[in-house]
């Protein structure tokens, strides 16, 4: 394969942001008056919408609560954003630049919204490599649909032949496999080596200096 287009997942992948969803997902149900999930428990939602992954840690709530809880989340997240000030993984900076001097596209898809995608991408140096970063409120359909995917590639003009999708979760796996991409698992991030098997991953890499041997 000759690979012209990464399309990257953001949490877990690019971005050590662990600690910061699962404080803001705790702080949130605590307002809320929901049982507190523990760490792993919010560990298997990330990468899923918001709402989706309410959802699972509180069934039965119903749509509209779930929105709500989405909305408190996303408050509570900004005020430990400043806090916990969130890095990149080791290793990305120098690849995603060794990548770009291969002549190769990235793009991210996450099912964060756009505007704390932006402002991360931004605020790690990742964007004078990033050039398409599409957030969840820009998706037709999210994760593992295949929809970021294609249109990443839409974007580009690039096809499935030659694009391969990296992420950290089975979900991210699947949307690439859902759009007839490769696909890369990262073991660093919020899930399982072996959920990244099961889900069909094509590669799985144990550092982000592992993947430029891979395009």
């Not at 600690?19 to 990468?47: H, K, L």
């Not at 119903?62 to 997240?77: D, N, T, W």
């Not at 499935?160 to 999708?165: D, F, L, P, Q, R």
């Amino acid at each position: 394969m000759k690979t012209k287009l990464i399309v990257f997942d953001f949490d877990g992948t690019l971005g050590d942001t662990k600690a910061n969803i699962v404080m803001t997902m705790q702080e949130t149900m605590r307002r809320m008056g929901y049982p507190v999930p523990d760490e792993a428990t919010i560990a298997s939602t990330i990468g899923l919408p918001l709402e989706a992954g309410f959802e699972i840690m509180a069934p039965g709530i119903g749509r509209e609560r779930c929105q709500e809880c989405a909305s408190l989340y996303r408050i509570v997240f900004d005020e430990y954003k400043a806090m916990l000030n969130p890095q990149p993984f080791p290793g990305v900076c120098e690849t995603l630049a060794k990548i770009s001097g291969m002549g190769i596209e990235m793009s991210v898809a996450s099912s964060r919204l756009s505007v704390s995608l932006n402002a991360f991408v931004r605020d790690m140096g990742l964007e004078k490599y990033i050039s398409y970063v599409l957030g969840v409120d820009f998706q037709t359909r999210p994760k593992p649909n295949p929809d970021p995917v294609l249109q990443c590639m839409e974007h580009f003009g690039i096809s499935a032949g030659e694009t391969i999708v990296v992420g950290d979760m089975a979900v991210d796996i699947l949307m690439g496999r859902n759009a007839g991409a490769a696909t890369c698992g990262v073991s660093w991030g919020n899930g399982s080596s072996e959920q990244l098997a099961d889900a069909g991953a094509d590669y799985i890499i144990d550092s982000m200096q592992e993947l430029t041997s891979l395009l």
